[in-house]
């Protein structure tokens, strides 16, 4: 049985993560140009590896496929929709700050769960997200942005999803922040 991550090849028409990097960093030099706030969102499918592994790389594939299309048609305008690869993906909206992100970020899980509520498999397909925002007047780097974003997507996997999907844009245990390897002063508060 092939791995997740061979899935990376799917091809859902969406930027890649070379360029959601490109994007993120053209977006964070706005945004600190022009004093607005810019978000971040990361997604992941929760129990993929168990849906890919009972359904085969077919029926995997075309769930990424639904997914992509799924969270193009849910997204606001202007925001900016990524496909790292497997099921890993990245939402960028410019001009929200962390309760406009969070709002959105409930509205793709919402659009997520209809989507895939009649899928057959051994879970349910929902996602889990993480959210981050440019924080007012403080330094901080478009990568600190999308660690952030994604250590509170990893935190909610990890600990709270055994209960429930959801969004996640709030603080990390301490021990979290020690794991990731960003400067000290550029976490938002939330």
Same mark, same amino acid.
């Given at each position: 049985?092939?791995?997740?991550?061979?899935?990376?090849?799917?091809?859902?028409?969406?930027?890649?993560?070379?360029?959601?990097?490109?994007?993120?960093?053209?977006?964070?030099?706005?945004?600190?140009?022009?004093?607005?706030?810019?978000?971040?969102?990361?997604?992941?499918?929760?129990?993929?590896?168990?849906?890919?592994?009972?359904?085969?790389?077919?029926?995997?594939?075309?769930?990424?496929?639904?997914?992509?299309?799924?969270?193009?048609?849910?997204?606001?305008?202007?925001?900016?929709?990524?496909?790292?690869?497997?099921?890993?993906?990245?939402?960028?909206?410019?001009?929200?700050?962390?309760?406009?992100?969070?709002?959105?970020?409930?509205?793709?899980?919402?659009? %997520?769960? @209809?989507?895939?509520?009649?899928?057959?498999?051994?879970? $349910? +397909?929902?996602?889990?997200? =993480? &959210?981050?925002? *440019?924080?007012?007047?403080?330094?901080?780097?478009?990568?600190?942005?999308?660690?952030?974003?994604?250590?509170?997507?990893?935190?909610?996997?990890?600990?709270?999803?055994?209960?429930?999907?959801? %969004?996640? @844009?709030?603080?990390?245990?301490?021990?979290?922040?020690? $794991? +990731?390897?960003?400067?000290? =002063? &550029?976490?938002? *508060?939330?």
């Amino acid at each position: 049985m092939p791995s997740t991550l061979a899935l990376d090849e799917v091809l859902t028409t969406l930027p890649d993560r070379k360029a959601m990097l490109e994007q993120l960093e053209q977006a964070a030099t706005q945004a600190r140009s022009s004093g607005k706030v810019l978000s971040l969102l990361t997604l992941d499918l929760d129990h993929f590896k168990a849906y890919q592994d009972s359904q085969g790389a077919d029926a995997a594939q075309a769930v990424l496929l639904k997914l992509a299309d799924t969270l193009s048609g849910a997204i606001p305008a202007g925001a900016q929709l990524s496909h790292l690869g497997g099921d890993e993906f990245v939402v960028l909206l410019p001009g929200h700050d962390v309760l406009a992100a969070s709002a959105v970020a409930e509205q793709l899980r919402a659009a %997520v769960e @209809a989507a895939f509520a009649g899928t057959e498999g051994p879970a $349910r +397909l929902t996602i889990t997200l =993480g &959210v981050a925002a *440019s924080p007012a007047g403080k330094d901080w780097s478009a990568r600190s942005l999308l660690s952030l974003a994604d250590a509170r997507m990893t935190f909610a996997k990890k600990r709270l999803l055994p209960h429930h999907n959801l %969004v996640w @844009a709030g603080t990390l245990p301490s021990d979290w922040y020690t $794991r +990731l390897d960003v400067q000290a =002063g &550029v976490w938002p *508060s939330v």
